[in-house]
């Protein structure tokens, strides 16, 4: 169990997103109207950096009641200009973080659009973290991705369904319902913004999506959809922060109807003879408490994405090792102790046992083969926390990478700690500011380093490219990651020096990483 004060700072970073578009701003200052046709919304401008935001500007109906467990509706036309000036309420979510929740949260904000400029420009569209929990649309300043650009790009973040909402399993959402309606939330999405971006000034043929945590789990999720056949090409790049990827089991396993069945038990729908239309009945505060009950207060998160045999047909790892993807280029950046935050830092366990308690299906011989690979790693503490690290969010990075072959990009952040999530404040710097309590203790404010680091992800994001920079940085070339060559660390010396250099991958992690793959359908992968 991890501390109340690790617990409150695992959740705040993990919940840290946006629903916001930044455009380039023109040279008038006055809020712009854009028609979308279904609706009209008026944006306004900060008159100190001459940027416009948009805020709430809705992508899909709202999934409620009939609505509720199925796919995104196209929005209702409404009259009138809207405005779009107050912050989209959160999706409802795990431990009810932060206030005006609703169900009704399926919306975009945008920032700087007042008006076309000439030609279209990149599109960055970043997809929140918070394993498929948590996460909302108040916290990231787009603008703070504008300046890392000089007004080069458009960026457009997105809210989608989340828990039992967004990502509730079992044969009956299967019959009467849609699995991974979260996933299908960004699709949508995806697809407002393959129709709509060029009046907001973007290039729907130059989109990158980046996402953080579970938002970079979710792009791996678009990246291997549709057996990599997504039509129309929703994107061109991909950028993953941190790629979580928790077991994902077909939608009708043993482990994804018992969580169906916890849901329907725990809302009183057992006695329906139509459970999924009782669930679609039952108000929200009661699915919101029934998934508390069933997450409890760990970190072993549940309702995440499912195997549902239309949209995602296969576990990730065989369409990546197929090299069936949707994309043209990846850039992929882990942090270095990713384990960390996730593991009871007071009573480790030995390599064998945590293998076992993490992965329900694991059987001795493959346990067997974990403490051989971590049983010389270091103290028992230190195997745990590689454990968890590697298995969810690290070696499927490689994975990915290779699904890309030649076309990917691969980074580690370690500025000590290293730890998860702690890399957000680079790209996104207002967070020091506008989120004091999170503390930010390594936080290392050089110029230098935050300009090479925070410009890679805007400078793929523009030319598939990092080594094409916007601004002149300290970052060497940056090679193409092949398997077991090289990736791009960004750190610092004792000295608080930036320390940015190229580094060979370690052949025991790959070792490690194709072990892990080896057993995929055991773990989930």
């Known amino acids: 169990m991890l501390s109340q004060k690790q617990a409150l700072l695992w959740i705040s970073l993990l919940a840290l997103l946006v629903s916001i578009l930044v455009l380039r701003s023109p040279s008038k200052s006055s809020p712009p109207i854009v028609d979308l046709g279904y609706a009209k919304y008026q944006g306004f401008v900060d008159t100190t950096t001459n940027i416009t935001t948009f805020l709430g500007m809705r992508y899909a109906a709202a999934p409620i009641r009939d609505w509720r467990f ?33 169900e009704d949260c399926l919306v975009y904000y945008p920032s700087d659009a007042a008006g076309v400029p000439v030609g279209g420009l990149p599109t960055v569209v970043w997809i929140h973290g918070g394993g498929y929990v948590l996460g909302s649309a108040s916290q990231f300043r787009g603008s703070d991705l504008l300046a890392q650009s000089n007004r080069g790009i458009v960026v457009v973040v997105i809210q989608y369904r989340l828990n039992v909402f967004g990502f509730l399993p079992g044969a009956e959402v299967k019959k009467s319902g849609t699995l991974n309606a979260g996933l299908l939330d960004q699709d949508f999405a995806f697809r407002w913004i393959n129709k709509h971006i060029s009046k907001f000034g973007g290039d729907p043929s130059k989109v990158t999506i980046w996402g953080e945590s579970a938002g970079a789990g979710s792009v791996v999720q678009h990246i291997v959809a549709n057996d ?25 396993d043993p482990i994804a109807e018992s969580l169906y069945s916890q849901v329907v038990t725990k809302t009183n729908c057992t006695a329906a003879e139509d459970s999924l239309a009782c669930l679609r009945r ?8 029934a998934h508390e009950s069933i997450i409890g207060v760990g970190y072993r998160v549940k309702f995440v994405p499912v195997v549902d045999g239309d949209f995602i047909t296969r576990r990730p790892t065989l369409s990546l090792a197929q090299g069936l993807i949707n994309g043209q280029a990846l850039l992929s950046v882990t942090n270095a102790f990713e384990g960390t935050l996730f593991v009871n830092q007071a009573a480790p366990a030995n390599a064998r046992q945590y293998a076992l308690d993490l992965f329900p299906k694991l059987d ?8 051989a690979l971590y049983g010389g790693l270091g103290t028992q503490l230190f195997q745990t926390n590689a454990i968890e690290g590697e298995t969810i969010l690290i070696c499927p990075t490689y994975f990915l990478l290779r699904g890309f072959g030649g076309r990917a990009f691969k980074g580690e952040f370690a500025i000590p700690q290293g730890l998860h999530g702690r890399d957000l404040q680079y790209y996104f710097p207002s967070l020091v500011t506008d989120v004091p309590e999170l503390g930010f203790p390594e936080f290392f404010n050089n110029a230098d ?29 940056w090679n193409q990651w092949k398997e077991g060559e090289t990736e791009m660390v960004f750190n610092k010396t004792e000295d608080d020096v930036p320390l940015v250099k190229a580094i060979k991958t370690s052949d025991s992690l790959l070792e490690r990483c194709q072990f892990w793959e080896s057993i995929g359908e055991l773990i989930g992968q």
Not at 233 to 251: D, E, K, N, V
Not at 364 to 371: C, G, I, L, M, N
Not at 459 to 471: H, V
């Open 70 to 102: 199925s796919a995104p509706q196209p929005p209702a036309f409404v009259a009138g200009v809207q405005q779009a000036t107050t912050q989209p309420e959160q999706c409802f979510q795990a431990r009810t973080f932060g206030t005006n929740s609703s």
């Open 228 to 252: 990599g056949k997504t039509q129309p090409q929703l994107f061109r790049g991909a950028i993953t922060s941190s790629t979580y990827m928790p077991s994902q089991y077909r939608y009708d």
């Open 282 to 289: 039952v108000d929200a505060a009661s699915l919101i408490a």
């Open 364 to 371: 001795t011989t493959a346990a067997d083969r974990v403490e």
């Open 449 to 477: 380093f935050i300009d090479a680091f925070a410009q890679s992800f805007i400078s793929f994001a523009i030319s598939l490219d990092p080594n094409t920079k916007i601004d002149p940085t300290m970052t060497p070339t």
